[in-house]
């Protein structure tokens, strides 16, 4: 079955740094792949998200490529700040259901 | 729009017992799915239904079932419960395409003594 692989599980970075965040999937069917930010005691919300027929997409800070052929995709967060610190979990779809990453956590020190 | 709803957030079972959870999806979407996440594993899919049908389902023992009412809301089901059933049991709801983005709940926390 799918398995996505995320890196790194910690990463720890000063305010005005950017962050990256790499997953590979092994499912040469996904299409569809979403990232989650999950706050402590909150549910997942989705951040960003791109599907097999881009290679990028950006959102103000936050942007994630794709790479169909080598089966990765990562998140880039620029000018992080306080506010980004939480857990990232990427994902890739398997038909209607969404495969996680084991999630990142980010900490973002002032 | 309402964002996704769970009942009850926190539940105690002890072992053996079973227990159902709820979730109404937000008002349009036809599709839940349920997750179970545990620090040790994540998040991992349970199953996925549509209309009233499971659609999908995860790598999970038969104790665990779930169901859909023709109004959208979803419920799931653990019998038997074990110490290792103890984890944040959330659902997200979707429209209809495969690839439509998924919305969570805030989630049922089940503590099983």
């Known amino acids: 079955g799918e398995n996505v692989e995320q890196h790194p599980s910690t990463l720890s970075v000063q305010e005005g740094d950017s962050a990256v965040i790499k997953c590979t999937y092994s499912?040469?069917?996904?299409?569809?792949f979403p990232w989650y930010k999950q706050e402590l005691g909150k549910r997942p919300q989705l951040i960003i998200d791109?599907?097999?027929?881009?290679g990028e997409k950006k959102d103000q800070r936050i942007a994630v490529t794709l790479n169909k052929t080598a089966k990765h995709f990562s998140l880039h967060i620029t000018e992080t700040q306080p506010e980004d610190s939480a857990v990232y979990f990427c994902?890739?779809?398997?038909?209607?259901?969404?495969?996680f990453g084991k999630g990142t956590t980010l900490s973002v020190s002032s | 729009k309402a964002g996704v709803t769970q009942t009850p957030r926190y539940l105690i079972k002890t072992r053996g017992q079973q227990v159902t959870l709820s979730c109404s999806p937000i008002?349009?979407?036809?599709?839940v799915s349920w997750y179970q996440q545990t620090p040790g594993q994540g998040l991992q899919f349970l199953f996925e239904?549509?209309?009233?049908?499971?659609?999908n389902k995860g790598n999970f023992p038969g104790r665990f079932s779930g169901r859909q009412f023709s109004n959208s809301r979803s419920e799931m089901n653990v019998s038997t419960l074990e110490l290792g059933d103890s984890a944040l049991y959330l659902c997200?709801?979707?429209?209809?395409?495969?690839?439509?983005?998924?919305?969570f709940g805030p989630g049922t926390r089940l503590t099983v003594l």
């Open positions: 994902a890739a779809s398997r038909g209607t259901a969404l495969i």
């Open positions: 008002s349009g979407h036809r599709s």
């Open positions: 499912d040469s069917a996904s299409n569809y």
């Open positions: 239904y549509f209309s009233e049908t499971q659609r």
């Open positions: 791109i599907r097999s027929n881009v």
């Open positions: 997200a709801s979707s429209g209809t395409s495969l690839a439509d983005t998924q919305y």
